[in-house]
């Protein structure tokens, strides 16, 4: 069979084609993986030692943004939020009380509505009240204002969390950690 002339036409053809179809294909994975990025799942890693031994320096791990869309944050998340100091930076805390409960720290214990917490995370580290953040007030005990949270880091001597810079707006949360992902000897799920 001849094809004459016709043969470079067809071939080019095919080629800006198959281009084409690989154009769309990596186009259509960037777009999945942003909308995932967005509206689902966002991978970090964590910078500091403020989570420890919960969560150490170097780990990375992937916090999840569905389940506030249907609930609100609650006492034991690990959430990841806007700093109040830094609103371009992410931080990472647990979830003590939320808006309307009381916070006290007496003795090197964390209270809510006057219940001492059982906080086996911390690994008996006493929880003490920090010098506020400039501009910032906080006297205990503290009435966590509605649609606010209170969060602490695992390692309550070396944390600046809501004992420094105040309770978080809900707003400002981002998702709910939930598993590290590396690495592997650290693989697992995050308990609240």
Request: glycine share 8%.
């Amino acid at each position: 069979m001849d094809y004459g002339d016709h043969a470079p036409e067809r071939q080019g053809n095919s080629l800006l084609r198959n281009a084409l179809s690989i154009v769309g294909t990596v186009v259509l994975f960037v777009a999945i993986s942003f909308l995932l990025r967005m509206f689902v799942l966002q991978p970090y890693e964590i910078p500091s030692g403020s989570m420890e031994e919960t969560i150490q320096v170097g780990d990375m791990l992937f916090s999840e943004k569905v389940s506030y869309y249907f609930t609100e944050p609650s006492y034991g998340d690990i959430v990841t939020f806007a700093d109040p100091e830094i609103p371009s930076r992410t931080l990472i805390k647990r979830v003590i009380a939320t808006g309307g409960q009381t916070v006290d720290l007496q003795d090197g214990s964390v209270l809510v509505d006057g219940k001492k917490l059982v906080e086996p995370y911390t690994n008996g580290e006493p929880s003490y009240p920090l010098t506020s953040a400039y501009g910032t007030t906080i006297s205990y005990p503290y009435t966590v204002p509605e649609g606010y949270l209170w969060v602490m880091g695992d390692n309550r001597t070396n944390s600046q969390d809501s004992r420094y810079f105040g309770a978080v707006d809900a707003s400002t949360v981002t998702g709910k950690a939930f598993f590290v992902y590396w690495p592997l000897n650290h693989i697992g799920p995050l308990a609240s």
